[in-house]
Each structure stands twice: as structure tokens, then as C-alpha cells.
């Protein structure tokens, strides 16, 4: 009998799927922080402008 | 009246910041495209695996992604060692940004593994010591998180996190090792040989599979790992500039 | 730091046996949680003879980690509620042999309520649990345990969620402990060879002393004010 190689590309793909979707739900997150803080930052110049 | 000219300047301002920040740029273009080849050749480059099949892609991911947490957590060991001698906070920070990074490549690791394990052992997880060990340092690193959200004053905080950061590693270390002194667990070594000789799904490197792994490995572990913990220090930065002006604007 | 280590040492741990013989608060919650949590496992497991050479020994550790956990977090919130580590610290005492102190007296009372479950589940479930490597692997194991868990509540009783945030804090971090110990005992329970389980003491041993250096250097740092 021969070997046949099995055929699961499918979790292949989930695999990349999650890995580099955790990366950017990450890179995501620090970037909303990012975000948020220069926001603040700019009402409290705006504030102390005042 | 507090005058603008009184709140710290962002990094971009400062006197050498705007080297940094283009360093930082460069930096970071450089690890995309690092990653993105190292995708590529994990995807077309390297030969199949004539037993496993294209699922064994998944390992050059698995094993980069653990190197990459273990580079990270040891970060926050050097951040929490040097914050204690001279409390800089900026050691916490590194500390801090270890953990996160870390903690994101070690959960990518647990996925990569399950997702690998369902075709190859037939069933996603399996409370192998090797596994168990992985899935307690994840949470071990969570617990440091939730630590560091339970206390209230900025400078205790720092001092237990750091503590708490330094211990912790014995979880990153105590996974590197069991897999040499448990023969019964089925986790492969692939690094060196394996002891146990119930390994299931070991298998031998081509060339092109080699290079593929030494590629990403590096990659992870020297790039992309860096220059996340880069970016999130940049964050915690920002987020302590916001709090001094909020307290200078406060104080007034 | 004018009063010597040991001398310091000894009256830290005077102390707290003296006010545990008067008021019988700690080994007492101790003692009825572990007996308590065996009675449960047995019944919650429903174990025939096979089964329970496998899971005696997780039985044990989990019921000892737990009963430490009640143990450390009762101890050091003793402290707190009297403010009576704050009147330590003011005292010219190196703060390691403080730590010290309070380390070897949860070490000691966590290793009675040990001693005490040995002879206990061996009746209860019917295994030959008493013997002298069972008590050096008991012992190591504690060890470990008492000096990262003194550390950790020192730390977790300063947080807003108190008592909560221990368990969460110390059992991964005592997870290498815990399973080398859990491994060791079921050999022993096994009649196996020392060899063939040789490693997982060694590991008991040298994570021991890992956590013990870094537990009496880190404590200076945790109860400062």
C-alpha cells in the first residue's frame, strides 16, 4: 500500500490566521491606547490654554 | 496658569527623540518585511513534510513564537532586576512590555500547538506535562497583569511587579527543561534529540527546512519581538506623559 | 540592624507560635479545611483501588497547597489588622531575618497539617503514604512553597483584592513544585526505585533554593513603606 500524504492545508491556514491575528489584535491594541492618550493629551493642552 | 511650556515634551521633541523615532521607523519596517519572507518561506519555500503534510508548516511559527516569548519574558526579568537597583521607571516599563509581548507570543504558541495537534495526535489539547507546563507559564504572566492592575499607588506597583516578573521566569524555564527530564511526555524535541521515545510527530529536516527555521527563528526572536516591546514602551511613555500633565494641569 | 539575624529570626517565629497557642486560629482552619477537602475528594472522585494509586497523591498536594494558601493569607492579614508589621519595620531588624521568621513559621505549620494528612489518608484511602522519603519529599516540597507564598502574601495583601489575588499569584509559580512533588510521591506510593524518580527531588531541591534566595531578597523591597 502506499503512503499518501495527508491533505490538511485547512489548519495550516487557520493557523496563520490566528497567529497573525493575535499579532495585530495586539499591535491594534497598542495602538488604540495610543490613540486615546494623544486625545487626552490634546484636551488637557486645550484646557490649560484656556 | 499653567503654561504649556511646563508639560513634559512627547519623545518626537526631545533633543536626540527624533533619531530614535526614525530608528524606531526603520527598525520596524525592516521586521515586516522580515516576517512577511519568513511567512513566505514557511508557506512555498520549504519542502513538504511527506508524513505530516502541509499542517507541519505550522511549526516554524510554533517553535519562533515560544523563542520570541522567552526572549521577551527574560527582558522583564532585566527590566525587574534593574528597576529594583535603581528605580528608573523606565526599567518597568521594559518590565511591563515584556510581560505583554511575551504573554501574546506564548498564547500564539498555545494556539499554533493545539491547531497542530488536532490532525497530527488527533485531538486539540492533551494534558501532557509539556503542554500543561506552556499553559500554566501563559497564565502565570496573565497573573502578573491582574497583580500589577490590583494595587493603586505607581510606585508600589513597580516594586511587586518587578518581584513578581523576576519569580515568574522559573515557569518559562521549568517548560524549557521538562521536555529533557520527562521521557514519557509525546511533545517532540526538535531542538537536539528527543529522549522519549513515545515522541509522536518528530520528523527529519531537509535542508530547505533547516534554513526556513534558523530564518524565522532569528527573525521572532531578534525583530519582531524587539520591536513590538519597542513600541510598547514608546506607549507607556505616552501614557505616563499623560499622567504628569494631568497632574501638573490638576495642581495648578 | 543592631539585633542579630538568628535572634531576630527567633522571636519573629516566638511570636506567632505564641499567639497560635493561645488563640488556635490558624492550624484550626488549617487542619478542618484539609480534612474536609480529603473527605470531598474521595467522595467527588468515587475512586476504586487503581484510580487511587494514581490520584492519592494529587489529592494530597492540591488539599496542602490549598490549606497553605488559607494558612499565608490569614497570617499575613493578621499582620495587617493589627498593624503590627508596621511596628516591626520601625524596629532597627534586618528585614530578611523578619522575613525569615514568618517563612519558617508558615513552613512549620503548614508541614503539621502535612504530617497530620499523612497517617489520615493512609487509613482513609488505604495506602502506604507513611515513610521517610514521603516525609523528605513532603518537607522539600512545603519548603518551596512557604517561602514563595510568605513573599507573595506579603505582596498580594497590600492589593485592593486582597486575599483573592494570592492563590491566583502563587499556584503558577509553584506549579514546577507542585507537579515534581505530586510525581515523586506517587512513585514513592508506587514502591518504585529511587532513580527512576531521583530527578523530580532534585528539582524539589534546587527550585528550593531558586525561590528561597529570591524570596528573602525581594521581601526587603515588599515591606517597605
Not at chain 2, 506564548?106 to 501532557?128: C, E, K, M, S, V
Not at chain 2, 518587578?162 to 524549557?176: E, K, N, P, Q, R
Request: charged share 15%; hydrophobic share 55%.
Amino acid at each position: 500500500m502506499d503512503f499518501v500524504t495527508p491533505s490538511n492545508g485547512e489548519y495550516l491556514a487557520l493557523a496563520v490566521v490566528v497567529s497573525f491575528g493575535a499579532l495585530l489584535l495586539f499591535v491594534g491594541s497598542v495602538f488604540a491606547r495610543y490613540r486615546n492618550a494623544q486625545r487626552d493629551m490634546d484636551v488637557i493642552e486645550q484646557m490649560a490654554e484656556e | 496658569m499653567t503654561a504649556v511650556k511646563d508639560f513634559p515634551l512627547s519623545a518626537e521633541k526631545t533633543k536626540d527623540g527624533g533619531g530614535r523615532t526614525r530608528l524606531l521607523y526603520g527598525f520596524t519596517g525592516i521586521t515586516l518585511a522580515l516576517v512577511v519572507l519568513c511567512l513566505g518561506m514557511a508557506l512555498f519555500y520549504a519542502g513538504q513534510d511527506i508524513t505530516q503534510g502541509d499542517v507541519q508548516r505550522i511549526f516554524y511559527t510554533h517553535i519562533s513564537s515560544f523563542f520570541g516569548a522567552f526572549i521577551a519574558f527574560s527582558a522583564t526579568v532585566v527590566g525587574g532586576i534593574q528597576y529594583l537597583r535603581t528605580r528608573h521607571p523606565k526599567w518597568d516599563s521594559l518590565a511591563l512590555a515584556g510581560v505583554e509581548v511575551g504573554t501574546v507570543l506564548a498564547f500564539i504558541n498555545l494556539a499554533t500547538g493545539a491547531i497542530w495537534a488536532r490532525p497530527i495526535w488527533n485531538t486539540w489539547w492533551t494534558w501532557d506535562p509539556r503542554l500543561t507546563s506552556a499553559a500554566v507559564m501563559f497564565l502565570t504572566y496573565v497573573a502578573y497583569l491582574m497583580l500589577r492592575n490590583g494595587i493603586d499607588s505607581p510606585e508600589r506597583r513597580r516594586v511587586f511587579a518587578s518581584i513578581y516578573g523576576v519569580l515568574a521566569i522559573a515557569t518559562v524555564i521549568f517548560t524549557l527543561i521538562i521536555i529533557r527530564i520527562r521521557p514519557d511526555t509525546i511533545h517532540p524535541a526538535v531542538i537536539g534529540s528527543s529522549p522519549s521515545t513515545g515522541a509522536e510527530g518528530g520528523f527529519e529536516m531537509s535542508s530547505s527546512m533547516v534554513t526556513t527555521l534558523l530564518f524565522t527563528l532569528l527573525t521572532w526572536s531578534f525583530f519582531l519581538t524587539p520591536a513590538l516591546i519597542w513600541w510598547r514602551i514608546r506607549l507607556e511613555n505616552t501614557l505616563e506623559r499623560v499622567n504628569k500633565m494631568k497632574q501638573i494641569y490638576l495642581e495648578r | 540592624m543592631n539585633t542579630p539575624f538568628l535572634q531576630v529570626m527567633l522571636a519573629v517565629i516566638a511570636k506567632d507560635f505564641r499567639a497560635e497557642l493561645r488563640s488556635r486560629e490558624l492550624i484550626g482552619t488549617m487542619l478542618m479545611f484539609a480534612v474536609l477537602s480529603i473527605l470531598v475528594f474521595s467522595f467527588a472522585l468515587e475512586l476504586d483501588r487503581i484510580a487511587r494509586q494514581e490520584a492519592v497523591s494529587g489529592v494530597l498536594w492540591v488539599t496542602l497547597v490549598f490549606a497553605s494558601i488559607l494558612g499565608l493569607n490569614r497570617s499575613m492579614s493578621m499582620e495587617r489588622e493589627n498593624a503590627s508589621i508596621e511596628a516591626l519595620l520601625l524596629a532597627p531588624v534586618s528585614r530578611a531575618a523578619l522575613f525569615a521568621g514568618k517563612f519558617i513559621g508558615n513552613f512549620v505549620f503548614t508541614l503539621i497539617i502535612g504530617l497530620f494528612l499523612l497517617p489520615l489518608m493512609t487509613v482513609l484511602y488505604n495506602m502506604p503514604l507513611v515513610s521517610g522519603w514521603m516525609f523528605v519529599v513532603m518537607a522539600g516540597g512545603i519548603f518551596g512553597f512557604a517561602s514563595t507564598g510568605t513573599l507573595l502574601a506579603a505582596m498580594t495583601v497590600q492589593t485592593r483584592a486582597r486575599e483573592a489575588l494570592l492563590p491566583i499569584a502563587l499556584l503558577p509559580v509553584a506549579l514546577p513544585l507542585l507537579l515534581s512533588a505530586v510525581k515523586a510521591s506517587t512513585a514513592i506510593i508506587s514502591d518504585a526505585a529511587f532513580d527512576t524518580w531521583a530527578t523530580w527531588l532534585q528539582i524539589i531541591i534546587v527550585v528550593d533554593i531558586v525561590y528561597t534566595v529570591v524570596a528573602l531578597l525581594g521581601f526587603g523591597f515588599v515591606v517597605e513603606e
